[in-house]
């Protein structure tokens, strides 16, 4: 694949007043982080996109799956006071001895449970938001941008599923002067990859596994489009941080570290890789959203291995980073 786009400027399709074409453009988003200093360059803000099409099994936000709306219940926070299932205008919950129970046949996550709530048990996951009220979230913090060469971070989930709205988000940001980095997992058309290029001063790319069947299995999908998208950007110009979470039992061999640093050989333009060692944080996460975390029992990877790992790819020419 050639490095030319068959696609003009993004700034075209809105023209060439972001804030005159783009407030009714909205997007769902579930935070956003203030302060990042794990995103990419200098202090940043992060934006959490919600919607991904992987299912990782170490996945630390699972708050971001799924693309619409949900309502976390944390039980430990729960008082047992009944103020959450009164609101519900859909007799969705009911309470319980220990806890309130949702009738999820009956619920349609208006959130008016999480409303109601004192203590944050019943918590709403996802906001929408227009650009030009992102946008101004995100100024907010300009000064330290400025002052410690940052910026803002879309990441998710998986932020390219909501093309439009990270389109419009980039190019408000970009007409602000602001540096913008996008994390994405690859798994998006290549189209929308070269849409978004000109708006994007850095991709943080994820490369799990090399093995398609490995990654199907630890995925659910198939690196296949993945790679091809890396490689599109490498060919294109694109500066791209390679950004591989270290999972304990699932990609951290030789033979995957092997196959990264033969991929990236071929290559010449990516030479940034970010080791992002796995942690255990997220249980309590999936525990309020009703899901199974299924390395719930997994250990970090000792700090010898993570060390190893960094020589071995920087012996290669790479420069390593552990740490996002």
Same mark, same amino acid.
């Given at each position: ?168 988000? #980039? ?129 970090? #990877? ?23």
């Amino acid at each position: 694949m050639t490095a030319q786009s068959t696609f003009p400027d993004p700034r075209q399709r809105y023209g060439s007043s972001v804030h005159n074409h783009t407030p009714s453009v909205t997007g769902t988003i579930f935070d956003v982080m203030r302060f990042a200093v794990n995103d990419g360059p200098g202090i940043r803000t992060t934006v959490f996109l919600k919607g991904c099409l992987l299912s990782c099994w170490w996945c630390h936000n699972p708050e971001g799956l799924h693309r619409g709306i949900e309502v976390a219940y944390r039980v430990d926070r729960c008082i047992l006071c009944g103020e959450c299932v009164d609101a519900c205008p859909h007799r969705a919950l009911a309470l319980e001895e220990t806890r309130v129970v949702r009738d999820e046949a009956q619920c349609v996550l208006c959130g008016s449970c999480a409303d109601a709530c004192y203590t944050e048990a019943q918590e709403r996951i996802g906001r929408d938001i227009s650009v030009r009220d992102l946008l101004q979230e995100i100024l907010k913090d300009r000064v330290f941008y400025d002052e410690s060469g940052g910026g803002v971070t879309f990441s998710g989930g998986e932020p390219l599923l909501q093309f439009d709205f990270l389109l419009a988000a #980039l190019l408000a940001c970009k007409e602000q002067e602001v540096h913008t980095a996008v994390e994405t997992s690859g798994l998006t058309s290549t189209e929308h990859l070269d849409r978004i290029r000109a708006a994007t001063d850095l991709f943080l790319f994820d490369v799990k596994l090399v093995d398609e069947e490995r990654h199907k299995r630890f995925t659910g999908v198939s690196n296949t489009r993945i790679l091809e998208n890396l490689r599109f950007l490498a060919s294109a110009g694109a500066a791209v941080v390679v950004r591989l979470p270290l999972i304990p039992g699932v990609n951290d061999d030789d033979a995957n570290i092997d196959a990264l640093a033969e991929l990236l050989a071929g290559l010449e333009t990516i030479r940034e890789v970010h080791l992002l060692p796995y942690h255990a944080g997220a249980s309590a996460k999936y525990r309020s959203l009703g899901m199974r975390a299924r390395m719930a029992d997994a250990r970090p #990877l000792p700090r010898e291995r993570v060390e190893a790992i960094a020589r071995s790819l920087s012996a290669r020419g790479y420069t390593v980073q552990i740490g996002g």
